[in-house]
C-alpha cells in the first residue's frame, strides 16, 4: 500500500517544488500504479491541500491506463479519515469523506458504464473500541445509503438524486498505542460480532507511533503480540484477517527498504499488507523499488512467529520505561534540531499520540519522522534508546522472536556517532554506549563526516546552512526520518 508519509530524501521527477503538494499527489497515485506496480493508493482525507475529487482526476488525465486497469477491482484507493474521539474539531470532515464514496461512484459508473465502487474502504486512526469502528460503519450504512429512500416533499431522495452505492463499506480500524494494540484482537472481535463481519476484516497495526513512544524494542513486540493475537482470532471466529503494518525505510520505523524487503517479511510473516512510504518510493532506483514490490506481491501471508506474551509484555514495560526518561531528557535537543529537518509535503499531517497522549506531561515532540531525522542528524540512531537495562537473557528471548533484530540494528548503528554522546546527560550517555557495544557494527564514514559538521556547528548555535547539512546526511541514508 502506497501511502503519503513525508519521509523521502529525494523528490520525484513529477514534482517540480520541494514539496509535494496539490496536482502532485494526483501525479503521485497515478505513478504507484503504473510505474511502481503497487496495487494500493492510501488517500489522507485531512489537511487543506486535500484533493476529493481524486477519482475524477485520476480517470479524467490519465483515461487511457485506467480503461485498462479498472480504479477498484485492478487497483485500490482507500480513504483515511479522521478519529472524531481524538480530533473533535475534524469529525465533520470525517462525515464529508463518507459522503464523497458514493459521488465518486458515480464519476466510475459514467466512466466505466458498469458497476464498480472505485473505493470502498476507509482506515480510521488510534482506534480505542469496536464503537469507533462500528460508527463509521453504521453511520455509512444508515445515513448516507440509508437515506435514498427517504422522502423530501413527497418525493425519495434515491429519484432526486439518483442511487447511493457501494451499499456498504470495510472500515479498517488503524491501532497504535500500548494499551489497544495489546487489546487488538479483543476490539478486532468485538466489531466483528456487532457488525456481523463474515468473510475478511483488514486490520492496521501502528509501526511507527509506537516507537515514538515507548522505543523501537517495545514497538516490535507490540506488533509481535497483536498479530499472535489475531490469528488465534482469525482461527477462533472462521474470519480471514488481514493485517496491514505500518512500516517506513528508517530502522526505528520498521527497516521497511526496497532492498530489506526479505527481511521485513521474514520479520512479519503474518502481515498481509505492507506500507511502501515516500522514501521507499523515491529514495532509491526505480526498478528495484519495482522488484521489491514484485517480491512482496509474489509471498504468502504466512503464520506469525510465536512469542512469549508474558515475557514480551515484561519486556515492553522495562524497555518503555526507560526510553520515556531518556526521551524526556533529550527533547529539548531533538525539538530544537527537528526545525531543520526540511518538509516534504504540503498537507498538515494529523495529530500524533505522543503530542495527544503527553500534554498533560509538558513533554512535546515532533512527529516519528522528525524525530528520526533529528537524531540521526545528531548522529544518535534512536534505537539505541531504552535497551540498557537489558540482560543477556533479554537479547536471548528478543533472538527468539524476531527475525533480523540484529541486523536491523547493525543498520541503525552505521549512523552512529560517538561525537554526538557529549550532547546528552552523563547517565544517558553510558547507557547508550553501553547498548552500541553490544552489537557488532560498521560505520558509515561519510555520514560520520556530515553528522560530525552538524554536530560542531549545532554546540555553537551556528545553524546557517543546518537544514542543507541535514539533507545531505539524510541522502547518504536513503530516507529523511
Given at each position: 500500500m502506497s501511502t503519503q508519509h513525508p519521509d523521502n530524501v529525494r523528490q520525484p521527477f513529477f514534482v517540480e517544488n520541494s514539496v509535494i503538494g496539490g496536482d502532485d499527489e494526483i501525479k503521485e497515485a497515478f505513478y504507484t500504479f503504473s510505474n511502481l506496480k503497487i496495487?494500493?493508493?492510501?488517500?489522507?482525507?485531512?489537511?487543506?491541500?486535500?484533493?476529493?475529487?481524486?477519482?475524477?482526476?485520476?480517470?479524467?488525465?490519465?483515461?487511457?491506463?485506467?480503461?485498462?486497469?479498472?480504479?477498484?477491482k485492478d487497483v485500490f484507493v482507500t480513504l483515511r479519515g479522521p478519529n472524531p474521539r481524538v480530533e473533535k474539531n475534524k469529525g465533520k470532515l470525517l462525515l464529508e469523506t463518507l459522503e464523497s464514496i458514493p459521488r465518486n461512484y458515480d464519476t466510475a459508473y459514467h466512466f466505466y458504464q458498469k458497476d464498480i465502487a472505485p473505493i470502498f474502504e476507509i482506515s480510521i486512526p488510534m482506534v480505542s473500541s469496536a464503537h469507533e469502528v462500528l460508527m463509521v460503519k453504521e453511520y455509512y450504512d444508515k445515513f448516507i445509503t440509508g437515506k435514498k429512500l427517504k422522502k423530501v416533499n413527497n418525493t425519495a431522495i434515491k429519484e432526486w438524486v439518483g442511487d447511493f452505492k457501494p451499499d456498504t463499506i470495510n472500515v479498517i480500524p488503524l491501532i497504535e498505542d500500548k494499551e489497544h494494540m495489546l487489546r487488538a484482537a479483543e476490539i478486532t472481535g468485538e466489531y466483528l460480532d456487532k457488525a456481523k463481519i463474515e468473510g475478511h476484516q483488514r486490520v492496521w497495526l501502528a509501526r511507527s507511533d509506537p516507537s515514538l513512544n515507548y522505543g523501537n524494542l517495545s514497538a516490535i513486540l507490540l506488533n509481535k503480540i497483536a498479530l499472535q493475537d489475531l490469528h488465534y482470532l482469525s482461527?477462533?471466529?472462521?474470519v480471514d484477517l488481514y493485517p496491514i503494518i505500518g512500516c517506513g525505510s528508517a530502522p526505528f520505523r520498521g527497516n521497511f527498504r526496497p532492498d530489506n524487503v526479505k527481511n521485513a517479511m521474514a520479520a512479519y510473516p503474518s502481515v498481509?499488507?505492507?506500507?511502501?512510504?515516500?522514501?521507499?518510493k523515491y529514495d532509491y532506483p526505480e526498478e528495484?523499488?519495482?522488484?521489491?514490490?514484485?517480491?512482496?506481491?509474489?509471498?504468502?501471508m504466512g503464520k506469525p512467529m510465536e512469542v512469549?506474551?508474558?515475557?514480551?509484555?515484561?519486556?515492553?514495560?522495562?524497555?518503555?520505561?526507560?526510553?520515556?526518561?531518556?526521551?524526556?531528557?533529550?527533547?529539548?535537543?531533538?525539538?530544537?534540531?527537528?526545525?531543520?529537518?526540511?518538509?516534504?509535503?504540503?498537507?498538515?499531517?494529523?495529530?500524533?499520540l505522543f503530542g495527544y497522549s503527553r500534554k498533560q506531561t509538558g513533554v512535546s515532540l515532533p512527529r516519528a519522522i522528525k524525530f528520526c531525522g533529528a537524531m540521526y542528524s545528531f548522529g544518535l540512531p534512536p534505537e539505541l534508546l531504552g535497551m540498557s537495562s537489558l540482560t543477556e537473557k533479554d537479547y536471548d528471548f528478543i533472538s527468539t522472536v524476531t527475525a533480523s533484530f540484529d541486523e536491523d540494528m547493525k543498520d541503525s548503528l552505521k549512523y552512529f556517532n560517538e561525537e554526538s554522546l557529549k550532547l546528552l546527560p552523563e547517565k544517558i550517555q553510558k547507557q547508550v554506549k553501553s547498548v552500541a557495544s553490544r552489537f557488532e557494527h560498521e560505520t558509515d564514514e561519510r555520514h560520520k563526516k556530515v553528522t560530525s559538521l552538524i554536530l560542531k556547528d549545532f554546540r555553537a548555535n551556528s545553524f546557517i546552512g543546518m537544514s542543507e547539512k541535514v539533507e545531505q546526511a539524510a541522502a547518504i541514508r536513503g530516507f529523511l526520518g
Open positions: 496495487k494500493e493508493q492510501l488517500w489522507d482525507c485531512e489537511g487543506k491541500e486535500v484533493d476529493n475529487f481524486v477519482i475524477e482526476k485520476l480517470l479524467t488525465k490519465y483515461d487511457d491506463y485506467f480503461r485498462r486497469h479498472e480504479i477498484g482461527e477462533k471466529k472462521s498481509q499488507t505492507f506500507t511502501a512510504q515516500s522514501a521507499f528495484l523499488v519495482r522488484k521489491a514490490v514484485e517480491k512482496i506481491e509474489e509471498a504468502k512469549d506474551e508474558k515475557k514480551a509484555r515484561e519486556m515492553i514495560e522495562k524497555v518503555s520505561s526507560e526510553y520515556q526518561k531518556q526521551v524526556t531528557q533529550i527533547a529539548p535537543l531533538v525539538n530544537q534540531m527537528s526545525s531543520y529537518v526540511p518538509e516534504r509535503r504540503k498537507r498538515k499531517l494529523h495529530i500524533g
